[in-house]
């Protein structure tokens, strides 16, 4: 008799592992690509909807597979709709955030990778919790399928300002809660999931990692076949600086790092995005910029600033605009290709570095 334990999440399947499971029942093959499709293309997430199955078939998986474990316990709005945070609740009660962002070009989701962060960055909130555990490939995955439902059915009231938005995911970045590295052979079998042609058939180029520093993940990363996006977060030219914020550079120092990262560059050719979250009197001033342009200088790279968002209980403040330009004029000024990230969400802590998978109440 199947328990709830043992019931096979078909997420958590790949498509020759799924060809195996319907040849055991007694199926042929092609079945299990007509299910693979149903599930990355149509978006199905109820067997009884998959009608070009036969129906003994479709029992077969009401009763000894699940389309899912990741229960929603609450999803949050903000910039008239376009902003939207999920609140799941893992099996074993651990719970993690995705947030979905559409714009008018794009629709983008950030997906969470652990619940909770070993990392113990000093300006996250999800590192506060400590890590609860490491999600599998099927619930990194799910996160992305709810994203792209959610896309699918967003029907927004026209405006000047967005009179007409994607109807269709197109961007997947792994930034939400969790380091992906330190979970890695489960998240690249999700990118591997969602890459997939017969599937999900999301683009490499239309996925994004980002680490805090992770040396080894890197090396690893410059070494797969699919060429998706890295961005670092570096926040900081200076060791002793970043071994404060980010005990991480205490194990891989910035020196470590970027011989890494040229190394990752030199392989793939691919341009490198560097995170670097700007706090008010902390690694804002433009003497910092101009170590932080001295570090990068010639290096196939962007830097990505990002303002601080509030996050109850810690004593931080993040940087005025006026600051916020300075500091980008002096990169930019030095040849450092230069952008600061555009906020969404923050009022429903959404926004990064506010992941802590505590509901808060919408404005």
Not at 40 to 47: E, S, T
Request: glycine residues 6%; contains cysteine.
């Amino acid at each position: 008799m199947q328990t709830e334990e043992n019931i096979l999440n078909l997420y958590d399947s790949s498509l020759p592992e799924l060809e195996n499971i319907v040849q055991s029942w007694g199926q042929p093959a092609y079945r299990a690509r007509q299910i693979y499709r149903q599930i990355y293309v149509n978006l199905a997430d109820d067997p009884q909807a998959m009608t070009d199955l036969a129906l003994t078939l479709r029992e077969h998986l009401t009763t000894e597979t699940r389309i899912g474990t990741l229960e929603v316990v609450r999803v949050q709005s903000a910039d008239a709709g376009l902003t939207r945070k999920a609140l799941f609740r893992l099996p074993g009660g651990a719970v993690v955030e995705t947030v979905l962002m559409v714009y008018p070009d794009r629709a983008t989701v950030c997906v969470s990778t652990q619940a909770g962060c070993a990392m113990g960055c000093d300006f996250c909130a999800t590192g506060k919790l400590g890590l609860l555990r490491n999600l599998s490939p099927g619930e990194i995955v799910e996160q992305v399928l709810w994203a792209a439902r959610e896309v699918k059915h967003l029907v927004p009231e026209a405006s000047d300002s967005h009179p007409k938005l994607p109807q269709k995911l197109s961007n997947v970045v792994f930034m939400g809660m969790g380091e992906p590295f330190a979970n890695y052979d489960r998240w690249w079998q999700a990118v591997e999931r969602l890459h997939d042609p017969r599937g999900f058939n999301l683009g490499a180029r239309n996925l994004t990692v980002s680490t805090v520093g992770l040396v080894p993940g890197i090396l690893r990363l410059a070494e797969e076949k699919l060429p998706i996006n890295l961005a670092i977060s570096l926040h900081t030219a200076a060791d002793t600086l970043r071994s404060e914020m980010m005990p991480v550079n205490r194990r891989y120092p910035i020196a470590v790092l970027m011989e890494a990262t040229q190394t990752y560059i030199e392989k793939t050719n691919r341009r490198v995005s560097f995170e670097y979250v700007l706090l008010e009197g902390r690694n804002d001033s433009p003497e910092q910029a101009t170590d932080l342009a001295k570090l990068v200088e010639g290096m196939l790279c962007h830097i990505n600033l990002i303002p601080w968002n509030p996050v109850p209980g810690m004593p931080l403040s993040r940087s005025n605009r006026q600051r916020i330009s300075t500091f980008q004029r002096i990169l930019q000024d030095r040849g450092v290709a230069c952008t600061v990230r555009v906020e969404r969400g923050v009022e429903i802590a959404a926004a990064c570095g506010q992941l802590a998978g505590v509901p808060v109440s919408s404005p």
